[in-house]
T-cell receptor, first 117, second 115 residues
């Protein structure tokens, strides 16, 4: 069965610190997708990144970077020079290719990040 | 706006009442998902539509939960005889369904409180 574990329930940092959010997943499939979503206090989930299981290349987007390692089944997310606006709950999610063509997401429990000024 | 919209944003129901939650997906999106998010938890899958066809309802917690998307656009999630454990945020998401693995675009959710 699919499972996503975000071991860090809450993280608190001071502005400008770097912070890494951990994500470990379990799946039996060889083809799957991994996602990160941000949920600010307003409640709406905001898509950040998608990575497929065949692409282990790390990605950087501004202050955000992602480290995908199949060998350890991890897909970690790093925010460099954190800002107060980064405060939110961050979810890692997994989907498997389903015969119907579109895939439900299995989410972790989320990590609440608080960035203090 | 062009995003996913949901209504109502907040709903308070007395135990035993029926409720209906509406989702307007992004125009042209083929796939529509419903998720339930309990307080402090990640969203959990309820059901999936591809156009008007409900292809996966494995996450619906009981036969009190029913979803439809009759014309392949707007969807309604109905909960009959609500119970306190149904209190949660109900999220709708849509995706364009191109080649699979599409990101899902989420609406703001409906917060249901059953008293």
């Amino acid at each position: 069965a699919q499972k996503v574990t975000q071991a860090q329930t809450e993280i608190s940092v001071v502005e400008k610190e770097d912070v890494t959010l951990d994500c470990v997943y379990e799946t039996r499939d060889t083809t799957y997708y991994l996602f990160w979503y941000k949920q600010p206090p307003s409640g709406e989930l905001v898509f950040l990144i998608r990575r497929n299981s065949f692409d282990e290349q790390n990605e950087i987007s501004g202050r955000y970077s992602w480290n995908f390692q199949k060998s350890t089944s991890s897909f970690n997310f790093t925010i460099t020079a954190s800002q107060v606006v980064d405060s939110a709950v961050y979810f890692c999610a997994l989907s498997e290719v389903w015969q119907g063509g579109s895939e439900k997401l299995v989410f972790g429990k989320g990590t609440k990040l608080t960035v203090n000024p | 706006g062009a995003g996913v919209s949901q209504s109502p944003r907040y709903k308070v129901a007395k135990r035993g009442q029926d409720v209906a939650l509406r989702c307007d997906p992004i125009s042209g999106h083929v796939s529509l998902f419903w998720y339930q998010q309990a307080l402090g938890q990640g969203p959990e899958f309820l059901t999936y539509f591809q156009n008007e066809a409900q292809l996966d309802k494995s996450g619906l917690p009981s036969d009190r939960f029913f979803a439809e998307r009759p014309e392949g656009s707007v969807s309604t999630l109905k909960i009959q005889r609500t119970q306190q454990e149904d209190s949660a945020v109900y999220l709708c998401a849509s995706s364009p369904y191109k080649t699979g693995g599409d990101e899902q675009y989420f609406g703001p959710g409906t917060r249901l409180t059953v008293t």
